[in-house]
């Protein structure tokens, strides 16, 4: 069984950074393609960050492009989302999700129903 656990979350202020942590048990981290969603009340989820199981590969939405960085750190099984000069509209419950397959790069990475895992979630909160 995989289990995913999500921690980092908060409350902050518009222009902080905050970075988010999944750890990942169960299976072979390593062989997983990993993303990163987030879902604002009465919105649709949306998709934030991807990363390939080697880490060479990663791909980000247009809406938090050059301010979200995505890594992995194979050896702690850790998926991370480092998020700089948050917005008012960061705002939301931010989920983890692993994609046993691993096989994904790119673009590909943004498909939801690829995933076959989920955390909880973490909330992060924006303030002005």
């Known amino acids: 069984q995989v289990q995913l656990v999500e921690s980092g979350g908060g409350l902050v202020q518009a222009g902080d950074s905050l970075r988010l942590s999944c750890e990942v048990s169960g299976g072979t981290f390593s062989n997983y393609a990993m993303g990163w969603f987030r879902q604002a009340p009465g919105k649709q989820r949306q998709f934030v960050a991807g990363?390939?199981?080697?880490?060479?590969?990663?791909y980000y939405g247009e809406y938090v492009k050059g301010r979200f960085t995505i890594s992995r750190d194979n050896a702690r099984n850790t998926v991370y989302l480092q998020m700089n000069s948050l917005k008012l509209e960061d705002t939301a419950a931010y989920y983890c999700?692993?994609?046993?397959?691993?096989?994904?790069?790119?673009?590909?990475?943004?498909?939801?129903?690829?995933?076959?895992?989920w955390g909880r979630g973490a909330q992060v909160t924006v303030s002005s």
């Open positions: 999700a692993a994609d046993l397959r691993g096989l994904r790069v790119g673009e590909q990475l943004m498909r939801a129903l690829e995933y076959d895992y």
């Open positions: 990363i390939s199981r080697s880490g060479a590969s990663t």
